[in-house]
């Protein structure tokens, strides 16, 4: 749900990655009021101890849907406090009751329900609900999830309180990387903007409609991942993991495919556009060299696992890896370098490489630990995905007319949007002069103005696109079976 800046600010701190100059995105904006406050810290204690496990048929149940609604509150709780540096109670309360690993089994849990349960789901011809508002908060929750994790992994306490389930993360952060790399995430999201606009025109079903949406969902997801496997880099010591990234998936070889195909940069229209904030933006000529965020967190990980000394301990730089890496030395430009000065030891380590054969690792009979979270869940589940689905169907995702009342009234106090506007990355704009808004129409909500002069100036552009928002929220609100 929410959205960061894309300036890397300088911070020291004890956790960071040696010498990186590079940290986290944040956005300098101090939250003094309570009122801007989802969740305090009394009420976040109570709701972090309740926290629990659920199997793959109690996803979408009333208690599942409680559980989402404070993961929900959690979630844009810690994302202020990150963004106004104040005191990160959330994380905090996260690490000391030990429920990171949770967050982590939930995460993948959805992943293993959107793969698994929700195709079939979709193919049952007796499925036709009149609301999917209840599957879309199911499949949002992995990204709910992952928003979460990639707050409070900034923190090595936090990458340590996870324990075993940062290998459990290192696999499903590999799985999203994967995606991105084949550019399956990415064709997703522009096949999906296609078919949304496709929608607009003609008449789709509800389930393909939340198709459309998952499928757009999954780059999101997939971005966010990157962040996250950056601060296991940052943090982890841990032998197995290490040997997870290097051994197993070869990690630095799949950042260095990441680097090649830049799935968040894309060329339209004769120009070059940007995925930042959330959306495909136009990028300026002068500015096409700028180093996003994503390609941030990618060269910090490259940086931690080829430059750390642990870790070239582990890796078998051999003449595979090797041509695969030498190919960063073309993306090392004196542009680059200027904006992440630490990537110099990168350059002079490549450098090194192309005229040396770095001695193999030493084969080492080392206990390694092995993640288990992915596989148990299929093994617990597997030949009952039809089952699973049907009985959902029945008992889940067919909810009263009541129901769903009670539902969005929930969810109308989760997403309060005095709140939700002190997430935005920047602040709004005034849609006919582009200066600091502070007033919405107040037909569709959507558009922003400084003054009654620029919306009446702006109306005839407009118009029909408010028309448009008026009538989804009119359609939303009906099928919530809700009166304005």
């Known amino acids: 749900m929410h959205k960061k800046d894309n300036e890397f600010l300088n911070e020291s701190s004890d956790h960071q990655s040696p010498d990186l100059n590079i940290t986290r995105d944040r956005r300098i904006q101090v939250y003094t009021d309570m009122d801007s406050s989802v969740i305090l810290p009394g009420e976040a204690e109570g709701v972090v101890q309740s926290l629990q496990t659920f199997t793959l048929k109690e996803v979408g149940s009333p208690r599942w849907f409680r559980q989402h609604e404070h993961i929900e509150k959690l979630n844009m709780q810690a994302i202020l406090n990150a963004s106004a540096m104040h005191d990160e109670f959330i994380k905090e309360l996260l690490v000391s009751y030990g429920k990171i690993p949770l967050l982590v089994h939930e995460m993948i ?157 894309r060329c339209r229209e004769g120009g070059v556009e940007k995925y930042i904030h959330s959306k495909w933006q136009k990028i300026n000529v002068e500015d096409h060299l700028k180093m996003t965020k994503q390609d941030g967190q990618v060269w910090i990980s490259l940086y931690n696992l080829l430059l750390r000394e642990d870790c070239q301990r582990k890796y078998d730089f051999n003449s595979f890896n090797k041509n695969w890496l030498l190919k960063l030395r073309g993306f090392l430009t004196e542009v680059l370098v200027d904006q992440l000065p630490n990537l110099v030891e990168l350059q002079r380590f490549l450098a090194h490489l192309s005229i040396m054969d770095p001695a193999p690792p030493k084969k080492e009979l080392i206990l390694e ?25 029945k008992e889940t995702f067919n909810p009263s007319d009541s129901d769903l009342r009670l539902h969005a009234q929930r969810l ?35 558009e922003w103005y400084c003054q009654r002069e620029c919306q009446v100036k702006h109306w005839p552009k407009h118009k029909k696109q408010c028309q448009l928002l008026a009538e989804a929220t009119e359609r939303i609100q009906k099928d919530l079976n809700i009166n304005s």
């Open 109 to 265: 849990l959805i992943e293993v329900w959107k793969h698994k349960v929700f195709p079939v789901l979709c193919q049952l011809q007796d499925f036709n609900p009149s609301s999917t508002f209840h599957l879309y908060m199911v499949i949002h929750h992995e990204a709910t999830i992952i928003n979460l994790l990639e707050t409070i992994m900034f923190h090595k306490d936090s990458c340590e309180a996870a324990d075993d389930s940062v290998l459990d993360l290192v696999d499903y952060c590999h799985r999203k990387l994967t995606l991105l790399v084949s550019g399956t995430a990415r064709e997703d999201k522009a096949a999906a903007h296609g078919r949304r606009e496709q929608t607009a025109k003609t008449d789709v079903s509800s389930i393909e409609e939340l198709q459309i949406r998952s499928t757009a969902l999954e780059f999101e997801i997939s971005l966010k991942a990157v962040s996250v496997l950056r601060y296991i880099t940052d943090h982890t010591s841990s032998i197995s993991v290490i040997n997870r990234m290097l051994c197993t998936h070869n990690i630095p070889c799949v950042l260095v495919q990441l680097i090649l195909c830049c799935p968040w940069t």
């Open 369 to 393: 630990q092995v993640p288990e979270m992915w596989n148990h869940i299929l093994s617990e589940n597997s030949g009952k995905w039809k089952a699973i689905a049907k009985y959902q169907v």
């Open 412 to 446: 109308n106090q989760t997403y309060n949007w005095d709140v939700m506007e002190t997430l935005l990355p920047e602040k709004p704009k005034c849609g006919s002069c582009g200066k600091e808004a502070k007033k919405r129409c107040s037909q569709c909500q959507g």
